[in-house]
């Protein structure tokens, strides 16, 4: 039932009125949430942010799935030598002893090379994607509505009482395609 | 209006041609706006959509974005006059335009314009009418709508309003205000559960569980406090009547097994250390704290038991307290051994199957950062209670006391002070008349810094005690104390010490503050040395026995050098003097000294008195001359010094 309600969410917040921007800093954060440890400082950090900011739940849920897929695929391999290009860096130990040093930012742990690899590499593949992203819901939504829902073999394919069954089950009521 | 002429571009040109003539400026946009492949796009749209429309006769609505427009299209296959009541009937115009710009996809769409069709008629008399809201920047410097023809007055300007609404949305910035971009429905909700935790129930759930923690001795220790104040807002803790007990305590032996207690405990907490992750804590006072250290029949001690769930096991026949300390602090000692070999590596934070290792961390930025620090502590009213249980004497307890360190780390190097100690107490019954003063007061500076100029590093490594104790109780205290571990025992007597402890590196320098003061002072002391033992460098029994019979003895020319492993006596003329001679000529030299003294006091005096009667001086001075040798007999001259005969040399032994 989980997986259902989070199917219904996920495909509403793509065909509803919310902004794409929205869906892709979703998964700028759950893409990071993905690659850091959840009872880590900056994964704790994140979750909050999560419920406190406005960005789409579902989605990042759903990135945050993919990014911990990822990690276990063998992406996590390159948070330890990120981390490290990063922090280990002559030229830049200054900076990361002001910045480990700072009220809060010193509670995110990322002095652990992993975390701060993880993050990067969040960040990076999240910032990566955003642009694409809000692209592509904007896409999606022109086809769905453009294409989709004035195609008459789709009216009449989801006509049957089957397709309306699933279509209850899977995306629920009051959402039209 | 509507037009007899049949082709939709000609109708949509002919509705866009007169707002050229109203500003140079429109007219160019208009120019940039609707080039001629665009006008192509829209033209074919609205075929599409008129010709699907037409052919069942129902109304039908459509939006796409055909860059840069965002195009409404509305086809309405009745004559221009039925479109009217249309609107008239079904709901304004204005709220067509509202809807339109409410979509998701002109939300999303970024266009330059939102272009609002109405198409209506047959194919062989259609009609147009248009709406062009130009947005973004456009929208401050050009009209934003072409009126439609069968408005209504009221109509018209519902239709200026909504369209205004329209072009301010598209003006505002494309990211939303800042408080828009929180859940404050969820925050308030977050605010409330907090705040009211925190006012109502952190406290009491604070004591609940310290005190559940307490009860059982799970924790190696019983312990209980009657009232919590978390004042975390403030940073400032306090905790009430506060009471510790060995594990083994149960509520009816728990006055029995106590260790300490004290009447009220608050730390000043760091906030700023905290969010640096750093413990960290301003100030700790503590009042009214009592110790109570028991010495059990085996030997062992109750503070022994504290942190351990099993019973102290007594390392042999039971000694003295200072054996028992030991025994204790070597036991601790193997217990972090055994702890730190015992711990393992931290595996990855919860990340099951994940490969990479989170145990590798970057430590040069906490370099030159202490990891806890406790920048004061301080107790007042200390009171150190002592309870012997083998038979042995009892110490006597140590009252007033008061504690302050200041400076205290986990990493001393890099503090920018040394750690400060002082202490100060007196032994019951053996408080001074003085009550500023106390019997024991040490002062200490333990400076372990790394400081750093330039290229140079100086690494600190200085443990200095400053020691003062008056009229300390040989037997009572120290032979009960340390009376086994010493090399002599004590039947009577007090201890004055004056002692600067020094140990710079591996240096060690016990000596007096003062040059010329006594290191320690011996009053009404009777002393036994063990067998064979050597004290302060000299057989013990000739040093006991030398003792004993002066009884009362300023140690001035000892000073202690060398290292701690091997301490160095250098004892001056005086000290040898009185253990060779047993104790006789030092006696001598003391009395002496303490004649030559009461005569130059006695001089002194009697000059003054005489200064203003020189008659008597002068008769005192002839009477002196005539007893001469007389008063020397009393051991020195009255009235001025008189040099001593050196003693005969000792006959030589062959």
Redesign the interface.
Known sequence: MIILIWIRKIYKSLSADAAPSAIAFALLFGLTLGFVPLLSGLGLLLIASLLVIRVQVSTALLALGVGKLLALAGLSMLFVPIGETLIESKPLHGFWTWFLNLPVIALLDLDTLAITGGAFLGLVIGGALFYPVCKMVAGYRRFVHDRLSQNKFFRWFTNFWLIKGLKFVFIGSGVEA | MSTQTASPEKLLRDRIEPARSKDPALSEWIDRTFTPPVIADLVRHCDEKSASARKDGKERG????LPPLFVQILVLPVPIEKARERFVKKGKYAALLDAAA????F???GAAALCHLILGGTAESPWLELAVIPLGKASKKVPFVLPAGFLTEDGEKRARKAALAIQKRSRAL??PPPL????WK??TV?AVLFGGLYLLGLNPLAKHQINSLGAGGEAGAHFSVAQVGLGLLEGRSSFDLFKLATPKASSAAEEKERVASADEIVCDLGM?DL????FGMDEVSITKPILRLERRADGTINVGEIGSKEPQKPSGKPTDWVKSVEDWAKKIKEKIEERKKGEKKPE????K??????S???????EN?PGAVVRKVMARALEIQFDDKTGALNPPPLKNGTIEITNLSDRPEVMADPIKLSISGDVAGWELKDKDQRNIEITATLDFRKLTEGDVVTVKDLVQFNVTTKNLPLKQLVQALAGDSLNSSFEKGTLDLNAEFRLDHDALLVHAPVAGTPLFSLHGVEMKAKPGSTILGFPGDLFAQAVNEVGDVDITDLEIGGTLDKPEFRAGESLKELVKSGGKAFVKKQAQKGVDKLTEEGQKALDKQFKDQPELKKGIEDAKKNLGGALDGLGGGLFGKKKTEPPPPPPEKK
């Not at chain 2, 828009?180 to 859940?183: C, G, H, I, T, V």
């Not at chain 2, 969010?275 to 750093?278: E, H, N, P, S, V």
Request: charged share 30%; glycine share 6%; net charge positive.
């Open positions: 459509s939006s796409k974005v409410s979509t998701w996809l939300k999303g769409s494309k990211l828009s971009w929180f859940r969820v925050v977050l700023n969010l640096r992750k750093r990855a934070a919860g990340e199957g994940a490969r990479a290792d989170y590798r961390k970057a430590t040069y930025p906490f950062v």
